[in-house]
């Protein structure tokens, strides 16, 4: 599957080294769910499945979301108020 169909989480799983029938198995996230998160573009992870997909994977939740959300940024301090 080429890198441009895969979601932000689907590019961060497609780098470990944990199938999504395995990751299925050791989260209880359905395999549909697993691969809806991996490659549709309009499914969003809970913050249960994320962490869920951290104790699977052994890594820090902090180490996913910051994946996802690394181009997220606060609005210049000028627009505040």
Do not use: N
Not at 7 to 19: A, I, M, N, V, W
Not at 57 to 80: A, G, T
């Amino acid at each position: 599957m080429g890198k441009e169909t895969l979601t932000r989480l689907g590019l961060y799983l497609s780098k470990k080294p944990l199938s999504q029938a395995k990751l299925s198995r050791r989260t209880g996230i359905s395999k549909d769910r697993i691969s809806k998160l991996h490659i549709d573009m309009k499914s969003r992870p809970t913050v249960e499945e994320i962490y869920l997909v951290a104790l699977a994977l052994q890594v820090p939740y902090s180490d996913i979301v910051d994946f996802l959300c690394h181009e997220l940024k606060l609005r210049p301090e000028s627009e505040w108020e």
